[in-house]
């Protein structure tokens, strides 16, 4: 048996939290009431990109007007906030994002990464000043250990980092610094609150992943494979005390439909858990068995 779980639970980052950032909003032309745009141009309303679905389209506000607009996607800046992994904030070389999420934040990741060789996180109170401050280097390490694993072992690019051991200021600015490559991108940067559970993860833990790739086989035996996103898929058994069962359970519920990072000793995975079931195996433990999805 391993160690337990822990899940970084992130807030709803609004504008009115986003201090400052480096990232320009310069994507398309902001929607002008007066203007009339034609079929297939696209302009940015609230930090999000729309696709007008009509010539002669005058005076239809894009979230308000579904049969003359149709969204596309977050601007650049904000797609590391939305809630779809796939999409990207990209920026050479470096970005910086300051927020102020006036509650209490433990909690740091950022995931679906490209190019990023190094994350700086900063927590500044406005009455003690610098309470945090850490770098993390993100080297490709070996699949193993072993000298032969060292030298000659694949190595693939990590593509999320967390810091999960933020003190609790309610009064702080956090501002995370990304540096990189000139393909630098981030998928999605998660500020929240951290929760640990368990005393172990039972070992038989499954991984595997969800493929929406398109496989048809035609009248004459001809096979066409379209290739599409995939979600990873998690399956195990965490051990709890029976003293927290009742806990588990209420905060678990309060996670339904929310896509949250989960980290265990042998996976992290950024999505939202399909069901789980509590079994009361013992005088003072029980087993809880999760099924995590991630995100595309």
């Not at 501002?175 to 929240?192: K, Q």
Request: a negative charge; proline letters at 4%; hydrophobic letters at 40%.
């Amino acid at each position: 048996m391993s160690d337990g779980i822990t899940i970084i639970k992130p807030l709803a980052i609004t504008p009115a939290m986003l201090v400052s950032t480096d990232v320009a909003e310069a994507d398309y032309s902001a929607y002008s009431a007066g203007t009339t745009y034609a079929l297939g141009d696209r302009v940015m309303d609230n930090h999000l990109i729309y696709q007008s679905l009509v010539a002669g389209n005058l005076g239809n506000t894009p979230s308000a007007s579904p049969a003359k607009w149709v969204l596309v996607s977050a601007t650049n800046r904000w797609k590391l906030f939305d809630t779809v992994s796939s999409s990207q904030t990209a920026q050479a070389t470096s970005m910086t994002y300051s927020v102020r999420p006036a509650t209490v934040v433990t909690g740091i990741a950022a995931v679906n990464m490209t190019g990023v060789t190094s994350i700086r996180v900063r927590m500044v109170s406005d009455a003690y000043g610098t309470v945090y401050d850490k770098t993390v280097t993100r080297s490709r390490p070996p699949p193993s250990s072993g000298w032969w694993s060292w030298f000659f072992g694949r190595r693939t690019d990590p593509i999320s980092s967390h810091f999960d051991d933020l003190p609790s200021f309610a009064d702080s600015v956090i501002t995370v610094d990304f540096a990189g490559l000139s393909n630098m991108a981030v998928g999605s940067l998660l500020i929240g609150t951290v929760s640990r559970w368990g005393m172990g993860i039972q070992y038989g833990m499954s991984m595997g992943i969800r493929d929406y790739s398109i496989k048809q086989t035609n009248e004459w035996g001809d096979t066409i494979l379209t290739q599409r996103a995939y979600a990873d898929r998690d399956k195990f058994s965490l051990t709890v005390q029976r003293g927290d069962v009742k806990s588990l359970r209420s905060y678990l519920a309060g996670l339904r439909a929310t896509p949250c990072l989960w980290i265990t000793p042998d996976d992290i995975l950024y999505g939202y858990y399909q069901d789980f079931e509590i079994l009361i195996s013992y005088s003072t433990v029980c087993d809880c068995d999760i099924t995590l999805e991630g995100l595309t």
